[in-house]
């Protein structure tokens, strides 16, 4: 929090909502679907790509706060396998934009100790902006802070397939292919976030209540927090509202909360139920 604090002026909404936080309860991982930067634009007469151009800034913003904060990791969702059926200029747009944010954030991700990652179908992006994602990720590979994954041409459904796929490939090469069993342990090994937490978090913006392919075996327990704020508009009150939001949530996993078992184990030894 102190990392924070250093850039908020007392006083403003920021600072005040920052005070709120609870540091010891913050996520470990925190994922993002990125969504209203068409209509954003559309609102303010502008052509779709000037929204994606805006969302940049929040992405920049949010990536810095959340390094401040001393969050694990956080996943954004940039490009999906569906967004190919974009118009051609809006692609090409979205990956001249990705360049750009690269070259531009290095410096930043560096200061910030961020660490830069991708998931998805890397293999198939425009070969320019493949280079230069590889390129900030190589240089950034050794520091030790926030770890961010973009997600590009990523899909919840290909991150399965793949992992089950990789899973098969490397049992195969070491001639156990026959005896090849798959848990939840190998599957968490195999996926595209192998290594991190699973988000504890979702947010997604621009109020749609949809997961959109997204993460899908590692949301399994994620808090959803939906905002009816578009992408562009998303900045660091914004995610701290977001967290503020988090931390009231009780989180149970399936069972029931310290104080609920207690009383229930009572309860329960009251009530007599019948044996048949
Ligand atoms: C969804 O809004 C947003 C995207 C498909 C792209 C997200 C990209 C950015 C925020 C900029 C580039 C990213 C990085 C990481 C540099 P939409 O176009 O679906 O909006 P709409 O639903 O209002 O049409």
Redesign the pocket.
């Known amino acids: 929090m102190q990392e924070l604090f250093r850039v908020l002026d007392p006083g403003t909404e920021d600072w005040a909502l920052a005070r709120q936080i609870d540091a010891s309860r913050l996520p470990a991982h925190v994922a993002i679907i990125?969504?209203?930067?068409?209509?954003?634009a559309k609102r303010r007469f502008l052509p779709?790509v000037a929204?994606?151009k805006a969302?940049?800034d929040?992405?920049r913003t949010i990536m810095e706060t959340a390094a401040r904060l001393r969050i694990e990791a956080l996943t954004?969702y940039?490009?999906?396998t569906e967004?190919w059926k974009r118009p051609k200029s809006e692609i090409d747009t979205?990956f001249r934009?990705?360049r750009f944010?690269l070259r531009q954030e290095l410096a930043t991700m560096m200061e910030q100790n961020i660490q830069l990652n991708a998931i998805g179908r890397i293999e198939d992006l425009p070969e320019g902006a493949r280079e230069e994602l590889h390129r900030v990720i190589a240089l950034t590979a050794g520091n030790t802070g926030l770890k961010v994954n973009?997600a590009l041409n990523y899909s919840g459904r290909a991150d399965l397939v793949d992992a089950v796929n990789r899973l098969i490939e490397e049992a195969r090469a070491q001639g156990r292919l026959g005896s090849l069993e798959v848990s939840e342990a190998t599957l968490d090994g195999a996926v595209s976030t192998a290594g991190l937490p699973d988000p504890d978090l979702l947010i997604r913006t621009?109020g749609e209540m949809r997961i959109s392919n997204f993460l899908l075996w590692q949301i399994a327990y994620a808090e959803i927090y939906v905002t009816e704020t578009?992408?562009p508009d998303f900045r660091r009150a914004d995610l701290l509202r977001a967290l503020l939001d988090y931390q009231k949530r009780d989180r149970r996993f399936g069972g029931l909360s310290a104080l609920e078992r207690a009383q229930t184990e009572e309860s329960n030894a009251e009530e007599a139920v019948p044996a048949r």
């Open positions: 990125m969504d209203g930067n068409g209509r954003w779709r929204g994606h969302g940049i929040s992405v954004l940039a490009f999906s967004n979205l934009l990705l944010f973009l621009s578009y992408w």
